[in-house]
């Protein structure tokens, strides 16, 4: 009995050792050694430019990160959406307005929307950019990215990445 309680006291204590104090500092290290380019797509704000593609609405405002905390019962919520439909339906009579617009993220962060919202946008932005439709259709199928693995999640459309894009497209 006294050599096992030995054994697990050694044993806690490189554990400790291992994995509390040398891995961080070793990850710290090729940390220094290898600086990690940041990406913009890691964050994203509030877009309300009509020129350009917007991402999904934050529930925070742009503000901070953080869900709202709404339920699908809160009067709040359904004020909310009813607000944001009744906006994009002004802006596409007649067409399906896609989910991921009326509903917020919950962090506030998402930089996707999906190939749906992308392409429900382009009429507002051809508009505002007096550009071919056609143009912006070319840019929402080169920055659509596919399933997971070909069958995990939606396609999707990273909004920072295709806004870059955009601004970078002289017609």
């Keep these: 009995m006294k050599k096992q309680i030995q054994v ?3 044993f806690t204590a490189i554990s400790t050792i291992a994995l509390g104090i ?3 500092t070793l990850l710290a290290g090729i940390q220094l050694l290898i600086p990690i380019k940041s990406s913009p797509s890691l964050l994203i704000h509030p877009i309300q430019r009509a020129d350009l593609f917007q991402g999904r609405p934050s529930s925070s405002g742009g503000s901070y990160s953080g869900a709202s ?3 699908f019962t809160s009067q709040k919520l359904a004020q909310e959406v009813n607000e944001r439909l009744k906006t994009l ?3 596409a009579p007649g067409v399906s307005v896609p989910h991921d617009l009326l509903f917020a993220s919950a962090s506030g962060y998402d ?3 999906s190939v749906h919202a992308a392409l429900f946008q ?3 932005i051809a508009k505002a950019r007096n550009w071919e439709k056609s143009i912006l259709e070319k840019l929402v199928k080169k920055h659509t990215q596919s399933e997971k693995w070909g069958f995990i999640g939606n396609e999707k459309v990273n ?3 295709l806004n870059k ?3 970078d497209v002289r017609p």
């Design 89 to 91: 339906t002004e802006e």
């Design 122 to 124: 382009i009429p507002r």
């Design 165 to 167: 894009d955009t601004e």
């Design 22 to 24: 040398i891995y961080p």
């Design 111 to 113: 930089p996707y929307i």
């Design 159 to 161: 909004v920072v990445e």
């Design 8 to 10: 697990s006291i050694l």
């Design 69 to 71: 905390n709404l339920s």
